[in-house]
């Protein structure tokens, strides 16, 4: 396995492309803490949907997010305390009063984060089920039993609906994602802000029959509705909102979404890196780079059939030596599907 570097290409990339999608990786090296809060914002400033996990990554351990949510939480008080030490200093100075505004900001954004995802804590329990040509009804039962969580059933879900499912140590949220992808449902969250055990409940989307012409008009792109914000099965693919949209492989949207990410980048990622440079061709699709001190470089490419992101890190092979990681990642069913990961010195 590759020694984790210090290199920030993939933090960097969420900021690029968190406007219309972005991917995330089970093994990839996190932003240093000095340099969250600068993505974070873009993130928090873009807030949007996740449109499906990854294939073959069932999600970082609940537990350890919380932790390291409460130990930003300790850092972002401590800054908003600096904060006001710095305008009390300086009373006729604007600029530290909007320093401690953004550090408030910070703080609350984190602790709301912190209390979402505790809401959501049951959804990551681990589940074993395995049941064949069942109703969605009993396919909610069997997972509830399994998990202890309420999972309501929508009565207009034909009762045609069957579902075989096997899974073994999987989170509940991934078994629910896969099961409504499957079936073509909605996941409702029940009591998620409000007091109460948190539930889901498994709906039909909108609907609209013109003729023999049927519309389905979910208000999200993946499974999980609107309502919940960022789902519990997100690891870093974000999507837009205020109307959320369907990113399919059309080349002018992808092209505009590239402009966009590219915008952001350029605004966002200045507090955190510097030097950095981005570069763009315009042809038959679009191509952003982004290349770092350290030798590091993204590229996010959106061509006509599709898009296609290429991360390249410095990093060390298994026998220690130091060369280049090249991997490309391919936009699947709405999910950034890696497709070659390739080691070569520099």
Do not use: C
């Amino acid at each position: 396995m590759m020694q984790k570097t210090k290199s920030l290409t993939i933090a960097a990339l969420l900021a690029l492309v968190s406007v219309g999608g972005a991917f995330a990786q089970a093994d990839a090296p996190a932003a240093p803490p000095e340099y969250a809060s600068a993505i974070d914002d873009a993130l928090i400033e873009l807030r949007g949907a996740v449109s499906y996990s990854l294939d073959g990554y069932d999600g970082a351990d609940v537990d350890a997010q919380i932790a390291a949510l409460k130990a930003r939480i300790e850092q972002a008080k401590k800054s908003v305390e600096l904060a006001k030490v710095m305008r009390d200093a300086s009373v006729k100075s604007g600029t530290n009063t909007t320093v401690l505004s953004n550090a408030q900001l910070e703080l609350q954004t984190l602790q709301k984060r912190l209390l979402r995802l505790e809401r959501t804590a049951p959804l990551q329990k681990k589940v074993d089920v395995k049941f064949e040509n069942a109703t969605v009804k009993q396919a909610a039962e069997a997972l509830s039993k399994a998990s202890g969580v309420k999972i309501q059933v929508d009565d207009d879900i034909p009762a045609e609906t069957r579902l075989t499912v096997e899974a073994r140590k999987i989170r509940l949220a991934t078994v629910l994602e896969s099961v409504a992808k499957q079936a073509g449902l909605i996941i409702e969250p029940i009591n998620l802000d409000e007091g109460g055990d948190l539930g889901v409940s498994l709906t039909m989307p909108p609907m609209l029959r013109v003729n023999d012409k049927v519309q389905r008009f979910p208000s999200s792109p993946s499974p999980w509705s609107a309502a919940w914000g960022t789902p519990p099965t997100g690891r870093g693919l974000f999507g837009v909102g205020s109307p959320l949209i369907y990113f399919g492989n059309e080349a002018e949207k992808l092209a505009e979404i590239a402009r966009l990410g590219e915008a952001v980048a350029r605004r966002e990622i200045p507090r955190a890196f510097q030097p950095y440079t981005v570069t763009s061709t315009q042809g038959r699709g679009t191509r952003s780079v982004i290349t770092f001190p350290d030798g590091s470089r993204g590229e996010i490419g959106y061509v006509d059939k599709g898009v296609v992101v290429t991360i390249t890190e410095v990093g060390k092979n298994d026998k220690g030596e130091t060369g280049i990681y090249r991997s490309t990642f391919a936009l699947k069913d709405g999910a950034f599907v890696r497709q070659s990961r390739v080691w070569s010195k520099k």
